[in-house]
């Protein structure tokens, strides 16, 4: 079995020169945006957001070593005030010879407020252009002026054929890559391993590399690379996430809207997606009991009840267990009868609110467990409910002034078809009584 050298695949075969890069042509064509910027040899800060392995750290290093620029790399973690002050002084020497500094700084969204500030001054004067990288949306995590005064670049993962491209040069490479050893693949264990590098570069060639180690020698001397021994050398499937970032709003949005859509198959996909990504399950049930409100409300009743037990059941349990009870909480949500109809009713009585303020609750609504209360006219007039025909009695239940609205309009869908029937018939039946009816007995609650 081969030793692995001290460097990486992944690190050796780092491109050396721009037109070496794969991936990212809607950034690197000729009238693209970097391509105009390499043409020219100008660079300004700039922010690349993208996946890992998709080539930020390489693109930052080459368009500096475009532009005749020093390359500091910065470490958020590990640096502290005197080394940004070090840092600065540095740039500025450079500067007095003519030359500019490119700071890079990787997974920039690690950065802290202070230490962002330190450098803006230096980012805004030209000191410092500033190349960040980051696979979390930069809009959480840097401070407004910085990101005003940087472009920021989405990258995209690499593609299938971007990602046999860099296989191939890798295979072929006799001096930085595999070339001098004989690797063939067996069955569909090459395009098994360009999935399982789910767009990211440095996934593949780590893989790779640890699967020709393990490789057997051939009787020829070479090594065969089967479906199974990429799974080995891999061993389990990463997922592009960010529990705290843009693509754990994408995906908790996408589970919301398929559900929404009455699609079981996509809310499982995305379910499961979350899970292996390793989404706490908690935050997943929270969200399917807020569902079962908000868009399936009272068209189907037991929904709410459902999520709840969901989650209750999966405290109890824990994964894997538990997440089969969420799973068919999703699907019971995705194709149970939906409305909103509570949730737009909620919104239509806080616009009110906001306009409306504290109005005092009518005398006849209020208690009156004092006999100054009563002598003040709190309950007078009050109908008791349970004592009129159907237990419903015309007198009013919103502050005076306020006009009487059907906020809560509810939907011919599901269970909710059978609380229109009754309102409907409720309200014909009270603007009956209320024209032409007597008031029921007084009585206090």
């Known amino acids: 079995m081969p030793g692995l050298p001290a460097a990486s695949l992944a690190e050796r075969m780092r491109p050396r020169d721009l037109a070496d890069l794969v991936g990212q042509e809607h950034l690197l064509g000729p009238n693209r945006i970097l391509g105009r910027l390499v043409t020219s040899r100008q660079l300004p800060s700039l922010l690349l957001w993208g996946p890992p392995g998709c080539g930020k750290t390489t693109l930052a290093l080459l368009l500096a070593q475009h532009v005749d620029a020093a390359f500091v790399a910065f470490s958020a973690v590990l640096a502290g005030v005197k080394e940004i002050r070090q840092l600065v002084a540095a ?55 910085l990101l005003s005064r940087s472009r920021v670049l989405v990258l995209s993962p690499l593609a299938e054929t971007d990602l046999d491209r860099l296989l191939t040069r890798a295979l072929q490479d006799r001096e930085h890559g595999l070339g001098q050893e004989l690797v063939r693949f067996a069955g569909d264990g090459r395009a098994h391993l360009l999935r399982l590098a789910d767009g990211d570069g440095r996934r593949l060639l780590n893989t790779l590399e640890v699967a020709v180690a393990l490789a ?97 059941a999966f405290q109890m349990l824990g994964s894997p267990e538990g997440e089969l009870a969420l799973a068919q909480c999703a699907v019971y949500l995705a194709t149970a009868p939906k409305s909103n109809a509570v949730y737009r009713a909620l919104g239509r009585v806080r616009a009110v609110l906001d306009k409306t303020g504290s109005l005092p609750v009518p005398l006849h609504l209020r208690n009156a467990p004092t006999r100054l209360m009563a002598d003040l006219g709190y309950g007078a007039g009050y109908q008791y409910a349970h004592d009129a025909p159907d237990a419903l009695v015309p007198q009013a ?23 229109r029937e009754r309102l409907t018939k409720w309200r014909a039946l009270l603007a009956r009584r209320s024209t032409g009816g007597r008031p029921g007995p007084e009585r206090r609650s």
Do not use: C
């Not at 202070?114 to 949306?137: C, K, Y």
């Not at 990429?230 to 995906?251: C, I, M, P, T, W």
């Not at 502050?399 to 059907?406: I, K, N, Q, S």
């Not at 509810?410 to 609380?419: K, Q, S």
């Open 91 to 145: 740039a500025e020497k450079r500067q007095q010879e003519g030359v500019r500094t490119v700071l890079f700084v990787d997974e920039i969204h690690r950065f802290n407020k202070a230490q962002q500030d330190a450098f803006l001054p230096h980012v805004e004067s030209g000191l410092l252009t500033l190349i960040g990288a980051t696979t979390e949306n930069p809009s959480f995590h840097v401070i407004a002026p």
């Open 216 to 312: 057997e020698p051939d009787a020829d001397g070479g090594r065969t690379i089967t479906p199974a021994l990429v799974e080995e050398a891999s061993q389990r499937k990463g997922f592009r996430y960010d529990r705290a970032g843009e693509e754990h709003y994408n995906l908790i949005s996408a589970l919301h809207k398929s559900l929404r859509d009455s699609d079981p198959d996509a809310g499982l996909y995305w379910l499961a997606r979350m899970l292996a990504a390793g989404e706490d399950p908690l935050f997943i049930a929270r969200r399917l009991i807020r569902f079962a409100s908000e868009d399936v409300g009272n068209a189907e009743p037991q929904a709410l009840m459902l999520a709840v037990a969901a989650r209750e």
């Open 397 to 419: 239940h919103l502050p005076e002034g306020l006009p009487a609205e059907h906020w809560y309009e509810p939907t011919n869908r599901g269970h909710e078809a059978v609380i």
